[in-house]
């Protein structure tokens, strides 16, 4: 599975923040609701349009996020 098949971030579409590619689902939202406890299962339920390849896919993209940023932290 390749993001770029998966996940898209198109200026046109949810002012160009990532979503699931051939939906309006932003990544962000499925991360949200797996943090919050959400299952998998719940989660397709909820957006039927959906695939466990799509979760998946918002949780490497996120990972892919992560390992590129520089993150300061406050030491105080």
Same mark, same amino acid.
């Given at each position: ?16 923040? $990532? ?5 309006? !689902?932003?990544? #962000?939202?499925?991360?949200? &609701?797996? *943090? ?11 957006? $039927? ?5 799509? !979760?998946?896919? #918002?949780?490497?993209?996120? &990972?892919? *996020? ?11």
């Amino acid at each position: 599975m390749s993001l770029d098949s998966s996940v898209e971030l198109d200026p046109r579409v949810c002012n160009g923040r $990532p979503v699931i590619r051939g939906t309006r !689902i932003p990544v #962000a939202v499925i991360l949200e &609701r797996i *943090a919050a406890g959400e299952s998998w299962d719940a989660l397709l339920e909820s957006f $039927p349009e959906l695939k466990r390849e799509d !979760i998946q896919a #918002a949780l490497l993209y996120a &990972r892919a *996020a992560l390992d590129n940023a520089e993150i300061k932290t406050a030491i105080g």
